[in-house]
């Protein structure tokens, strides 16, 4: 198995241009997130989603979509990029509830907005 | 915001000793769980223990949980180089909330 796979792995962008994060996890977990991490900021969750068809806003929501048409692929959007989303980006998955919710990480997406 | 937060923020021994981090939380919790990050990569699941338990072992991890207090200690006995890396606590609060609110966590460094 995979695992949590992110795609890309590092991504410059400019100021106003956008672009799509991919997560895909091949455990057929129902459960998949996305978080931000910082400097000094520790995880911040941004959206996740509990099942195919389903999202959820996190902490952070502004300025990303996110969609879950396939249950083992969860997409983050960043439709006008800002330099506030210089972060690095990590995506992960659980089981269904009776597994108390254990999360495997992918090994993250690290983008740079200029 | 922060539900877990970490202390000490960075740990520095040396290969043989012991480490002990500890985290705090602020609400009632279904289960804490520990993760570590070694520079570079995703979060690794490393313990869980439920709000019901006060104590879990998992080879040389040591995991302890006093839900008076609000906080839970994660205590690495015979550390190794390998053991740097950064470590969080995470907590799912009580309700059957499917998120995890992590903390800032604590920087481990061990020298050879």
């Known amino acids: 198995n995979a695992g949590v796979t992110q795609t890309p792995k590092f991504r410059v962008l400019k100021t106003g241009q956008s672009m799509t994060l991919l997560c895909a996890q091949d455990m057929n977990h129902e459960y998949m997130y996305w978080y931000r991490q910082d400097p000094g900021m520790g995880l911040r969750l941004i959206h996740y989603s509990v099942g195919e068809g389903t999202t959820a806003k996190g902490e952070v929501p502004d300025g990303y979509n996110v969609s879950r048409l396939k249950k083992q692929n969860f997409l983050l959007g960043l439709e006008s990029a800002a330099p506030s989303q210089t972060s690095v980006y990590f995506c992960?998955?659980?089981?269904?509830?009776?597994?108390?919710?254990?999360?495997?990480f992918g090994p993250g997406t690290r983008l740079t907005v200029t | 915001s922060q539900q877990g937060e970490e202390d000490p923020q960075a740990l520095s021994i040396q290969e043989g000793e012991n480490a002990t981090m500890n985290c705090s939380y602020k609400t009632s919790i279904n289960n804490l769980q520990w993760y570590r990050q070694n520079s570079g990569r995703g979060l690794v699941h490393l313990i869980l223990?439920?709000?019901?338990?006060r104590e879990k072992h998992s080879g040389r991890l040591r995991v302890t949980l006093d839900t008076s207090k609000k906080s839970s200690s994660l205590l690495i006995t015979a550390s190794r180089a390998a053991d740097t890396a950064s470590y969080f606590c995470a907590t799912r609060t009580q309700g059957g909330s499917e998120k995890l609110v992590f903390g800032k966590g604590t920087k481990l460094t061990v020298n050879p």
């Open positions: 992960a998955s659980s089981y269904s509830p009776d597994r108390l919710y254990e999360q495997y």
């Open positions: 223990i439920r709000s019901n338990e």
